[in-house]
């Protein structure tokens, strides 16, 4: 029974954007990883982190030249990293500080499912 309750859950509690807002690429040259609607010049790693469960977590840094912080940014449902690349850009420049940010598994360009 629990395992129908957290899939009704689920269904209910979480809604990533469908389709995603974004995708994630080879950049140019072969060298990394970029994600669409982010310039090359926007100074983003963008990476697709393995996980235990077999599927890949899409994790972004905003890279900052003079910061001496970083902001770990959780973003709140209903939403993927795509819809958030303006804020991203004008929390870098506003508050000086890189970002690492992520999606969740089944968010975005990350693969698996969401769970709870």
């Known amino acids: 029974m629990g395992n129908v309750t957290s899939s009704v859950a689920a269904r209910l509690a979480f809604f990533p954007p469908e389709p995603a807002t974004y995708e ?48 770990l940014y959780s973003h709140g449902n209903a939403a993927d990293l795509g819809q958030m690349l303006g804020l991203f850009m004008e929390l870098r420049s506003h508050l000086r500080v890189n970002i690492m940010c992520y999606d969740y598994s089944g968010y975005g360009a990350s693969t698996g499912k969401v769970r709870i």
């Open 24 to 71: 994630v690429a080879a950049a140019e040259g072969g060298a990394g990883l970029r994600m669409t609607g982010v310039l090359p010049d926007a100074n983003v790693d963008v990476h697709a982190l393995p996980t235990r469960a077999g599927t890949r977590v899409v994790a972004a840094f905003w890279r900052y030249p003079t910061a001496r912080l970083t902001l």
